[in-house]
């Protein structure tokens, strides 16, 4: 099985930054992408950042480019989002999310991890 554990998560003040981590272990015999969703008190779960593992290539909700940053360390299975400037609405539940193939003949599947919670005060 897979699992996906973050961490980074708190309360932080208005221009704040924070970053948070998310480590893949487990039956993680090949990782497509990894990244991050959140979701705030009364609103549907939205579309952070997202990772390529293989080519490093990344992107971004509109709401959080150049202000985020998303990256991954390979050898630890790890990505990480860098989080500057941060506003009271980045305040939500932050989830990380892999595609993830368990295995050489079986197909990728999406993993979630547990929310880790980002406040953010004004």
């Known amino acids: 099985q897979v699992r996906l554990v973050e961490s980074g998560g708190g309360l932080v003040q208005a221009g704040d930054s924070l970053r948070l981590s998310c480590g893949a272990s487990?039956?993680?015999?090949?990782?497509?992408?990894m990244g991050w969703f959140r979701q705030a008190p009364g609103k549907e779960r939205e579309f952070v950042a997202r990772i390529t593992w293989s080519s490093n290539s990344a992107n971004y909700a509109d709401s959080v480019k150049d202000r985020f940053t998303i990256s991954r360390d390979n050898a630890k299975n790890t990505v990480y989002l860098q989080m500057n400037s941060l506003k009271p609405e980045d305040t939500a539940i932050y989830y990380c999310?892999?595609?993830?193939?368990?295995?050489?003949?079986?197909?990728?599947?999406?993993?979630w991890g547990q929310g880790t919670q980002v406040t953010v005060s004004s």
């Open positions: 999310t892999a595609l993830i193939s368990p295995g050489r003949i079986v197909g990728p599947s999406d993993y």
């Open positions: 487990g039956r993680t015999f090949t990782i497509y992408t």
